[in-house]
């Protein structure tokens, strides 16, 4: 049984930093790409970032590149999402998801397995 547990998040002023992790369990992690994606208040889930099975390829939303970044640790089975320069409009719950094609995608259809979320809010 796959699980994904979303850590890191919490209230912070527009400029600020916070890094999320997701450790993963069941499964081989490094199999699998990995994926951020995030929901708005009254809209829908949208995609963040991926990054593929061995860290070596990585996709970004126009919205967070420059400011996001994530990074994976195998040996951790651990994803990472730093994110910088937070803006109000990243206001948001933050899911992670798994990938098996281990390629890494934008569309939610590619992943199968999904964390609770974690809140994340920026005030300005």
């Known amino acids: 049984q796959v699980q994904l547990v979303e850590s890191g998040g919490g209230l912070v002023q527009a400029g600020g930093s916070l890094r999320l992790s997701c450790a993963a369990s069941?499964?081989?992690?490094?199999?699998?790409?990995m994926g951020w994606f995030r929901q708005a208040p009254g809209k829908e889930r949208e995609f963040v970032t991926w990054?593929?099975?061995?860290?070596?390829?990585?996709g970004y939303a126009d919205s967070v590149k420059g400011r996001f970044t994530i990074s994976r640790d195998n040996a951790k089975n651990t994803v990472y999402l730093r994110m910088n320069s937070l803006k109000p409009e990243d206001t948001a719950v933050y899911y992670c998801?798994?990938?098996?094609?281990?390629?890494?995608?934008?569309?939610?259809?590619?992943?199968?397995?999904w964390g609770q979320g974690i809140q994340v809010t920026v005030s300005s």
């Open positions: 998801g798994t990938d098996p094609s281990g390629l890494g995608s934008r569309y939610q259809a590619s992943y199968t397995d």
């Open positions: 069941g499964l081989i992690f490094s199999n699998y790409a």
């Open positions: 990054i593929s099975w061995n860290g070596g390829r990585t």
